[in-house]
């Protein structure tokens, strides 16, 4: 069977590239075209991929699939057999869930095609010319709407059954607040702060490895590098922030544990749980002190009342859940009402551990977490081991082989104040980190 090469076609980095800008900006399509022109082309680069997919016929064996990500995968399409919701399409809403589960796979096959069609460098670069545009396109929008339009904007294509014109229009209805020379936070073409922090983030990391690996010339390596963090500190998202201090946690460990070598990490293992049971700690012990310094106020800007609504629906049903959907379904029981604040609806739990329990139950909880888990591990042994070739050969250390580990770092901290590991970028990046790992494996 033949190898992947390297991506030879301008079409194929083209789509890579459309793909992964797609899943990070889903919400710059919707504001800027609408739902229906965003699922036919969240529906073509899908068909697209998979032809690509076919036509890179990649070593597909059974033994370098992560077993865990199928498991977790067949778990959510089975689960429409057993859907609970009520709403427009019926008892059970079995309609929603399929949407769900279609919405899962979709966004698994953005992250799945180029981790198996392409070598790791050539992931790095997809990766980075897409994050490029969302950070880019993010600054001159903001430019643009305040020096040139100075008012905050809506969407260009507006959501149906939503009262615009309403007196005092709650602020996440807002494409751009115009805050960005008045000291608030700017949301970018994603329209929303948390999103552009946290792919502030992962640029960040990217444009920094891809730096370090000089895969970028100086001056635009460090631009792009400049402008992440620059966006990090203006998207204002505390729960990116504690990510970020979490990930910089995580690479002090990992060029520790490089510097040490195998024998020697018995130490830092060591160090790593008794930092971890600290912060734990701290934060049980000290929470609204904590929250405090963050600009919060102790319920999380009201994620705990959210919290306690998911937990009181998943212990209804506990051990599988109501079934998958990604995003909540706001027409469908129990949903419906469920949790409006300041007139917005929510559409997730706001922690990804609670919205796997309340969707798919414990066993679908346990499956992710070791999911997750196991691709932790392999990326920290990717990150901190010598590449080897043979039993005798070993590799220097490599700046690329940190990105599974820094990225899906963050991630994980993020999921315990958002869900976007299991939505749309969140989730093509886990699938991504799972494949490629498991691919690099010797």
């Not at 022109?37 to 997919?53: E, F, K, R």
């Not at 020096?147 to 309403?166: K, S």
């Not at 602020?171 to 970018?188: D, V």
């Not at 706001?350 to 997750?372: E, S």
Request: no cysteine; proline share 5%; hydrophobic share 55%.
């Amino acid at each position: 069977m033949r190898k992947p090469d390297a991506l030879l076609h301008p079409a194929a980095g083209i789509l890579a590239t459309l793909t992964l800008f797609t899943l990070f900006a889903g919400d710059f399509w919707r504001n800027l075209i609408g739902w229906p022109a965003y699922l036919a082309l969240a529906g073509a680069l899908t068909v697209a991929n998979l032809v690509w997919l076919f036509a890179a016929r990649p070593d597909l064996r059974f033994r370098r699939w992560p077993k865990l990500l199928l498991l977790f995968v067949a778990l959510a399409i089975a689960s429409i057999a057993w859907a609970r919701y009520e709403g427009v399409t019926g008892p059970g809403g079995h309609v929603d869930t399929t949407l769900g589960v279609l919405a899962m796979l979709s966004a698994g096959i953005g992250g799945l095609v180029p981790a198996l069609a392409l070598p790791f460098r050539q992931v790095l670069a997809v990766l980075a010319a897409a994050l490029r545009w969302v950070v880019g396109l993010s600054m001159l929008f903001e430019l643009v709407v305040s020096l040139v339009v100075r008012h905050p904007i809506l969407p260009l294509v507006r959501v149906a059954g939503v009262d615009y014109d309403r007196p005092h229009l709650p602020t996440p209805f807002y494409w751009s607040r115009n805050l960005l020379f008045h000291g608030g936070q700017i949301q970018g073409i994603v329209g929303n702060g948390d999103l552009l922090a946290m792919v502030a983030l992962v640029g960040l990391i990217v444009f920094a490895i891809q730096r370090a690996e000089r895969q970028s010339r100086p001056f635009w390596g460090w631009f792009w590098i400049v402008l992440a963090a620059v966006e990090l500190v203006l998207a204002r998202s505390a729960t990116v922030w504690v990510a970020a201090v979490g990930t910089a946690v995580v690479l002090g460990f990992a060029l520790w544990a490089r510097r040490i070598g195998p024998v020697g990490r018995g130490k830092l293992y060591g160090t790593a749980l008794g930092l971890l049971v600290v912060v734990v700690g701290g934060g049980l012990f000290a929470w609204t002190e904590i929250t405090r310094a963050l600009g919060k106020s102790p319920t999380l800007t009201g994620r705990t009342d959210i919290w306690n609504a998911v937990i009181g629906l998943a212990q209804q049903h506990p051990v599988f859940g109501w079934g998958w959907l990604g995003y909540w379904v706001p027409w469908a029981k129990p949903f419906l009402g469920l949790e409006v604040r300041g007139g917005v609806t929510y559409l997730q739990a706001h922690n990804a551990w609670l919205d796997l329990w309340l969707q798919l139950g414990l066993v679908g909880a346990i499956v992710f977490a070791l999911l997750a888990l196991t691709t932790l591990g392999r990326s920290w042994f990717l990150a901190v081991d010598r590449p080897m070739t043979d039993a005798a050969t070993r590799h220097p250390h490599t700046a690329i082989a940190l990105l599974p580990l820094l990225v899906l770092s963050a991630q994980l901290i993020q999921s315990l104040a958002e869900s976007r590991i299991l939505l749309e970028s969140g989730f093509a990046m886990l699938v991504m980190w799972a494949v490629l790992t498991k691919k690099q494996r010797p």
